[in-house]
Nanobody, 123 residues
Framework: QKQLVESGGGLVQPGGSLRLSCAASGFALDNYAIGWFRQAPGKEREGVSCINISAGTTVYADSVKGRFTISRDNSKNAAYLEMNSLKPEDTAVYYC????????????????WGQGTQVTVSS
């Protein structure tokens, strides 16, 4: 069964850091680009970042550029999102996704979703 599982979310103070992980099972993640998305209460799900299959290309939303870093380890069938200098507006459920082919317009080509992990930034 094809599955993505996120972990690493939690409660952190403003300015703090978290590292989210995305573990794939039942399929080879290195056949896909990987996207991270988030959905805050009352808002639509939005794309945060994407990394292509070879990890040679990364894409970031303007709101997280310079603070978040996406990476992947194909040998572990996993991906990561390092989040630094967190702000209250980063509070959301974060999802990883397997994305078809590449990161161009990645929000429209999601093949599989994880179940999400809650990130809360609050003092």
């Amino acid at each position: 069964q094809k599955q993505l599982v996120e972990s690493g979310g939690g409660l952190v103070q403003p300015g703090g850091s978290l590292r989210l992980s995305c573990a794939a099972s039942g399929f080879a993640l290195d056949n896909y680009a990987i996207g991270w998305f988030r959905q805050a209460p009352g808002k639509e799900r939005e794309g945060v970042s994407c990394i292509n299959i070879s990890a040679g290309t990364t894409v970031y939303a303007d709101s997280v550029k310079g603070r978040f870093t996406i990476s992947r380890d194909n040998s572990k069938n996993a991906a990561y999102l390092e989040m630094n200098s967190l702000k209250p507006e980063d509070t959301a459920v974060y999802y990883c996704a397997a994305v078809l082919w590449h990161c161009i317009n990645y929000v429209y080509r999601v093949s599989s979703w994880g179940q999400g992990t809650q990130v809360t930034v609050s003092s």
